[in-house]
């Protein structure tokens, strides 16, 4: 009889696992109360191992993966980071690529594991490595967001055209000018494409079974509403504190192409996000009467909502150059300070706390040897590399910027004092 009781909990447990998990996950609460505290990494480039400080891993040296990264979860922590945005962990495209790894947001599949981001001494599968890393985050008390890429590489286009829009000459639509990828064909609100909803369920299935805590939604304003309420609703059925978090700015307009959809960031919020990016990146540009207008009108947009809703301090992410290349060691000073006082969520992307710069000495040049048939190294100035194998971004040949770092970690402190007298 006791042989059979745990034979049945054990079928339980493997069937129902990311519910039990969903029960502890409260990461909607955090979120919506202005208590997560967010930092954006690359798995590829976590806790690379950069021996010849070349800043580019070469052959003999070892890239990011999930295992090596749980080495640096207890320096996150004492940062006073409590969540990461894991930048795409889905396997990218080689063809019609860009950079000697492949973008990250070339995505050619939806419910398996970059092997770039694998340990390949370990006997863990791939997904089992990815979730020891979750689980790890949260032994430490750290959620976790994965995130969705919004298209697709040349490569699945070819394997699954019928995903793709394509137009009067049957040839896949490019996006703006995202080179690299393929946009999706979602169908619209009067008819979704169901084929496209399933392989983003699978990728939802996929997250939960690795014990994430929610997802953030690569330009999220490409895909129709209902699209939305149906993949919402799939995740919360198994996880009510799933987390849905859009890429989209009240300042964007329009859509990347004439072929995409768009859903602007407040039809997004009623579709299920819990928030979004709001305009905080435009911060390099504005006066200060502007950033206050912007305050005023992300508070009364907040308090249109039934359900409680947030955004997320995007002074800087992986799409921004970084700020000391902008306006010096003061603008990210600045950026920190305003994120310990605003009610909000604050959001960080790696390489920030350290004051790196993101300049590659080898960038665009000539690269010895490519996974991909772009023989270059292709960067974004300024910018966290999601493009090769490189360094851990934590100064670069500069080095730590101590005085990015003390505001950086001083601003952590007062937040969490301040969360804690306000619980």
């Given amino acids: 009889m006791l042989k059979r009781t745990a034979l049945v909990l054990a079928l339980l447990v493997s069937v129902t696992g990311s519910c039990l998990s969903g029960e502890t996950n409260n990461l909607r609460t955090m979120f919506s109360n202005g208590q997560a505290n967010i930092m954006g990494i690359n798995i590829r480039t976590f806790n690379a191992q950069d021996k010849n400080g070349n800043e580019i891993i070469d052959e003999d040296e070892i890239s990011g993966n999930f295992l090596n990264a749980i080495d640096r979860l207890d320096e996150i922590k004492s940062l006073g980071i409590?969540?990461?945005?894991?930048?795409?962990?889905?396997?990218?495209?080689?063809?019609?690529?860009?950079?000697?790894?492949?973008?990250?947001?070339?995505?050619?599949?939806?419910?398996?594991?970059?092997?770039?981001?694998?340990?390949?001494?370990?006997?863990?599968?791939p997904k089992e490595q990815a979730?020891?890393?979750?689980?790890?985050?949260?032994?430490?008390?750290?959620?976790?967001?994965?995130?969705?890429?919004?298209?697709?590489?040349?490569?699945?286009?070819?394997?699954k055209p019928e995903l793709f829009i394509k137009d009067d000459k049957n040839i896949s639509i490019v996006p703006t000018d995202w080179t690299d990828v393929r946009l999706f064909n979602t169908g619209n609100n009067e008819k979704l494409n169901q084929d496209v909803l399933n392989i983003h369920k699978k990728f939802i299935d996929m997250v939960l079974e690795l014990?994430?805590?929610?997802?953030?939604?690569?330009?999220?304003?490409?895909?129709?509403?209902?699209?939305?309420?149906?993949?919402?609703?799939?995740?919360?059925?198994?996880?009510?504190?799933?987390?849905?978090?859009?890429?989209?700015?009240?300042?964007?307009?329009?859509?990347?192409?004439?072929?995409?959809?768009?859903?602007?960031?407040?039809?997004?919020?009623?579709?299920?996000?819990?928030?979004?990016?709001?305009?905080?990146?435009?911060?390099?540009?504005?006066?200060?009467?502007?950033?206050?207008?912007?305050?005023?009108?992300?508070?009364?947009?907040?308090?249109?909502?039934?359900?409680?809703?947030?955004?997320?301090?995007?002074?800087?992410?992986?799409?921004?150059?970084?700020?000391?290349?902008?306006?010096g060691s003061e603008f990210s000073v600045m950026i920190s300070w305003l994120e310990a006082v605003l009610p909000y969520n604050p959001y960080s992307i790696d390489g920030f706390p350290y004051g790196d710069e993101y300049i590659y000495p080898w960038a665009n040049g000539k690269a010895k040897k490519t996974e991909t048939d772009d023989d270059t190294y292709f960067v974004h100035r300024g910018k966290l590399d999601i493009f090769n194998f490189s360094r851990i971004p934590k100064g670069g040949s500069k080095g730590i910027n101590k005085k990015v770092l003390d505001n950086f970690k001083g601003f952590n402190h007062k937040r969490r004092i301040y969360n804690s007298k306000n619980r």
């Fill in 211 to 327: 014990g994430a805590d929610g997802i953030r939604a690569d330009v999220a304003t490409i895909k129709p509403s209902k699209f939305w309420i149906e993949i919402t609703n799939y995740a919360r059925q198994k996880d009510k504190e799933f987390l849905f978090l859009a890429e989209a700015s009240d300042s964007w307009r329009e859509p990347p192409s004439q072929y995409a959809e768009f859903t602007p960031y407040d039809e997004l919020l009623k579709s299920g996000f819990d928030g979004f990016y709001g305009s905080f990146f435009n911060l390099k540009d504005w006066n200060g009467n502007e950033f206050m207008e912007h305050i005023k009108f992300i508070n009364k947009l907040l308090k249109s909502y039934p359900e409680q809703k947030n955004v997320i301090m995007s002074f800087t992410t992986h799409d921004e150059v970084s700020p000391v290349i902008l306006h």
């Fill in 82 to 125: 409590n969540t990461l945005h894991v930048l795409p962990v889905t396997p990218v495209g080689k063809l019609k690529a860009l950079g000697t790894a492949g973008s990250l947001y070339a995505i050619s599949g939806f419910d398996e594991i970059n092997p770039q981001l694998i340990d390949k001494n370990s006997e863990l599968s």
């Fill in 131 to 159: 979730k020891k890393f979750v689980d790890e985050c949260h032994k430490r008390n750290i959620k976790v967001i994965i995130d969705l890429p919004s298209c697709g590489s040349y490569d699945l286009f070819l394997n």
